[in-house]
Structures are given as C-alpha cells and as structure tokens.
C-alpha cells in the first residue's frame, strides 16, 4: 500500500509554491516527519515531512515545478521491496496532480462582491485580474493591484520582473558568465519593491540621533539584563519601542490605504527586515506596543534565527503595519528604505558613528546615527512624517521616556 505525499496548506494568500531541494532520492528509506523536500513559496521555505515510513518509491514533482496546496509530490512504499521499480519512477511527472490545473480552472469562482463592484467601477473584468484567494478568487486587493498597474489584460504577479533583453555577451565574455534562475522569493521581492514605487507616493525625510544615552544605558545593564532575561541586550529593543510610541501619536504612519480607504491599525505590529543567504525577509514583532524591551528582544531574536534556519512560518511573515530595516549592521551610513506595501512607513537605521557635535555650545565627540523614514505621502503628510522622526529620537536621546510612557 502506497502513501502519497501531498503539499501542505501553504498559508493565507499563498496559491503555489515552486519545488525545490529533495532530501531523498528514490529507492530511500525514510522514517514518518523525516524531512522529504523543500518547497519555496513567495514568502517563506517550507520543509515537507514524511507521512508515513517506508521506501520512497516515486517522485511526481521535481525540483524546479510548481505545484499548488494538495498537489501530489510523491508516493511511500511500505517495505524495502518498493526500492525495485525506483528506476522506471524516478523521472515521472505529475499527470493528474491539482498544481497542474489550468489557470482557467480557477477563474471558475465568482468574484468577491467589492471586488465585483471595483471591476465594474474600472470597466475591467474578471479574466484580466488574476485572483490570489481560495480556488483563484478575485479579491478586492487583486482588483486594486491591477488597476495600479493600468492592467488592460490579464495581470501576472507572480511571473518574474521582466526587463529588455540583453544584447549577447561577446565570445570571450560568454564562458565567464553564469545564468542562474531567480528563486521564487527574489522574484518576489523585485516585483513588491517595483510595485511599491509605482503605486506609492514615496519620499524620505532625515534625522540624526545621539546614541549616547541609550549606549551608556545598555553597557551599564547589559550583564544584568542576559542574566535576568537570557538575552542580550541589542538596540531593537529600544528602537521598536520607540517606533510604537511615535505610531500611538501619529496613526497616520501605521495605518494604509485600501482603494478609497484608509485603515487605521489599533495595534502594533512590527516587521523587522531580516537579510538570508535566500534574500531579505520581513517577519513581525506582533502586538510589540503591549511588550517591554526583554520580550522584544526574546521575540526578534526567535524571528531572527529562525529566518536564518529556514524556520519562519507564514504567520511570523503576515500582518506587519510598520518595518524597520537595520542597514547599520553592515556598515551603511545612510539610504533611503523602500516601503513594505501596503504599509505606510518604514524606519531606518544606520550605522552609529562618532562625530563632532555642538552640545550646550562646546563641540563634543558622539556617537551619531542617521535615521531615514520613508513614507506614502498619500495619507501621510509631511508635518506628521516630521514629527514621527523626531518622537523616535526623542526617546532614543532620552530613553527613560520609553519607561514613564512620555
């Protein structure tokens, strides 16, 4: 008796996932939870576990295909008998497997009712939009995105940037160059950055901080603060911290827009940009306004290995209303964030650098960082962008104010 090996639930918004490494080859012994494959989707990589135990018998889906949630990946035998038909199986293709549906399978479901209305206001209709919801429903954000874009067609998000061909390498070039396939999640990351400057009215406003007090504070504290908590104590903490007290004040930097609204968010929920060897991930500090600094520490530090590991689950990516972006760690002294759409903000941070500076009219010797917030002009005016920055200086410049609430 064979168990097929199915791709997991995949997670909201998800439809595909591209096959990437297996683990096993046919003709395997594997034991049940025992990792099979990688599947890499727009968001996070996933590992697929073994069902059952047994004999890896066939491979439906191979490294590279994309298959859809329930798609079958392959098959386990029972025994080690199942190893002899390994060779006829290796190279088989899914025939029958849901990811190979036709896109025109998942248009079958009507649109969402505001979707529907969205469509009729733009005079486009539902084959030129391409749905992100279950069995490939047309959703209200999908319709948004294409008329964005000015889509007079049907949209394609999930294809890779596309670009003027090339001209050809010269013959002594060609040899010393290397062409290698974009994975799912940098197609994904060019395609939202692109989006987010042609959808967004986006400009950055600059500030400067003296991070003394904060580094006086943390080299006093440090040791007490990893014995205590079992963590270190980094500068996120103050910083996200910061950040949740600026957004109380000015909801506009937390909120986003959503066709002709705007939503405000009650809550904070904290991306923190996380650089891989697989690209650059944003998984979220959730209600990071209700934590004090040790537990968003512990949090970032859980986010952070985890991203490292592979490890992040669709929930640790979804839900962010404002992102932090660290460019510091690697030596940048300033840029200019792009923002994580649909969000409304993004902060970043630099790298803390002494530098002369005048206090109380003596010039002193500091250690300065430049911070940069990039922001949608749409529903953010400059005032509110402004004083944002200068509230999370404040605090930073005077940080017993994260403690009293000031």
Known sequence: MATEIRVPTLGESVSEATVGTWFKKVGDTIKADEPLCE????????????????????ITANAGETVAPGGLLGQIAEGASAGAAAPAAAGKKAEAAPAAAPAAAASSMPPAPAAA??????????????????RGQVLKGDVIAAVTRGATAAATPAEPVKVAARAPSSEADAPREERVKMTRLRQTIARRLKDAQNTAAMLTTYNEVDMKAVMDLRNRYKDLFEKKHGVKLGFMGFFTKAVTHAL?????????????????????????????DKGLVVPVVRDADQMSISEIEKEIGRLGKAARDGELSMADMQGGTFTISNGGVYGSLMSSPILNA????????????ERPVVVGGQIVIRPMMYLALSYDHRIVDGKEAVTFLVRVKESLEDPERLVLDL
């Not at 996070?44 to 890896?56: K, Q, R």
């Not at 209305?117 to 279950?134: F, H, I, P, R, T």
């Open 342 to 353: 649909p969000q409304s903000g993004i902060l970043g941070m630099h790298k803390i650098q």
């Open 117 to 134: 209305k969205m469509l009729a206001e733009n005079n486009l209709s539902a084959d030129q939009v391409e749905g992100s919801g279950k």
């Open 39 to 58: 599947l890499e989707t727009d968001k996070v990589t996933i590992e697929v576990p073994a069902p059952a135990s047994g004999v890896l018998s066939e």
């Open 248 to 276: 109380k004040e000015l909801p506009a930097v937390n909120a986003e827009i959503d066709g002709t609204d705007i939503i405000y968010k009650n809550y904070c929920h904290i991306g923190v940009a996380v650089g891989t």
